[in-house]
C-alpha cells in the first residue's frame, strides 16, 4: 500500500511512502441505532448510508529508520494543514476497510487517535494506528449466503424472560408470566450470537445486503448442524431475525476466507 498526501498544499507535505500491512483489524459502524422495545422486538433509527464509519485499525512492521520516517512524513502532514492521507496500491490481501470496499482506485483517509511506535525486537519496530475512511465506492452484489460453518461457542437463547415475579413481607410471592409456552411468540425473543466462515464472494455479498438492506428482516431456514437457533425454549427453523452487529476478519493472509460474527436477535 502506497501512502501519500496531494493535497498538501501549504507546504511540502507527505511524500508517496510504501508500506506493507502486517495485520488489520476492521470496524464498520453502521449509522443503525439499535432499541428494544416493549413487546421484546428490535426497532432501529437509520442515519443513512452518508454516516457510516469504516476505521481499520493497521500494524505496521519495519526497521527503526523506516518507521521514524513514517513518524516524520506524518508530522509534515500535519504541517502542511492537512490529517488525510491518500491511500492505493493495495495488495490483493490489504482489505483494510472491509471486504466490499473498491480497492482498484484510491482512497482517502485520516488517523483518528495517536500513532503508537514500540521496538519488538534488535532492529524491528512496530507501529500501529487508526485510520477512517473519507468517502468510499462499494463492489459486490446483496446476497444472504447460507450459514453453513458455524465456529465453536456460539450462543443462542431467550433475550429476556417475560416473567414478573413480586415478593410480599409475608414471605408469599405472586407472578405474571407473558409467555406461558415456547410454541407462542409473543413477547420472549431469542438472540443469537455466532462466528461464520465465509468465503471472499460470501462475506461481500452478506456486507452489501447490510449495507443496502438496512434493517431488514431476514428469515433464516437452517444453520448447519443446528435444530433451534435460539435454543430448546423457541421454535425450530424457519426463524424471521434482524441483524443487529457483524464483524468481520481475514482468515489468514491471504484474505479470500473470512470469518464474521454475526448478532442476531429473533422478530416476533
Not at 447460507?146 to 413480586?166: C, E, P, R, T, V
Request: with cysteine; hydrophobic share 35%.
Amino acid at each position: 500500500m502506497l501512502i501519500s498526501c496531494p493535497e498538501c498544499v501549504y507546504e511540502t507535505g507527505i511524500t508517496q511512502f510504501e508500506v506493507r500491512v502486517n495485520s488489520y483489524d476492521i470496524k464498520t459502524t453502521l449509522a443503525i441505532n439499535w432499541f428494544q422495545t416493549a413487546d421484546g422486538n428490535w426497532r432501529f433509527i437509520d442515519r443513512g448510508e452518508l454516516a457510516d464509519i469504516y476505521e481499520t485499525k493497521i500494524r505496521i512492521v519495519g526497521l527503526q529508520g523506516s518507521i521514524d520516517l513514517f513518524l516524520q512524513q506524518y508530522r509534515a502532514n500535519r504541517n502542511a494543514l492537512t490529517n488525510q492521507f491518500t491511500l492505493k496500491n493495495f495488495h490483493s490481501n490489504e482489505k483494510i476497510f472491509g471486504s466490499n470496499v473498491d480497492y482498484s482506485g484510491t482512497i482517502v483517509a485520516t488517523v483518528m487517535g495517536d500513532l503508537y511506535a514500540d521496538q519488538r525486537g534488535l532492529k524491528s519496530w512496530e507501529l500501529k494506528m487508526t485510520l477512517q475512511a473519507i468517502g468510499l465506492t462499494f463492489t459486490g452484489s446483496p446476497s444472504f449466503p447460507a450459514l453453513k460453518y458455524l465456529d465453536i461457542g456460539y450462543s443462542g437463547n431467550i433475550d429476556k424472560y417475560a416473567i414478573n415475579k413480586m415478593d410480599s413481607y409475608s414471605g408469599a410471592f405472586t407472578y405474571i408470566d407473558h409467555q406461558p409456552s415456547y410454541t407462542t411468540k409473543r413477547s420472549e425473543p431469542g438472540l443469537f450470537e455466532g462466528t461464520f466462515q465465509f468465503t471472499d464472494d460470501e462475506i461481500i455479498g452478506l456486507r452489501e445486503y447490510m449495507r443496502q438492506n438496512r434493517g431488514t428482516t431476514t428469515t433464516i431456514t437452517s444453520i448447519s448442524g443446528l435444530t433451534r437457533m435460539f435454543g430448546i425454549n423457541r421454535p425450530v427453523f424457519p426463524n424471521d431475525i434482524k441483524i443487529l452487529d457483524m464483524t468481520e476478519k481475514p482468515r489468514g493472509i491471504m484474505a479470500t476466507n473470512w470469518y464474521a460474527n454475526l448478532k442476531m436477535a429473533e422478530v416476533l
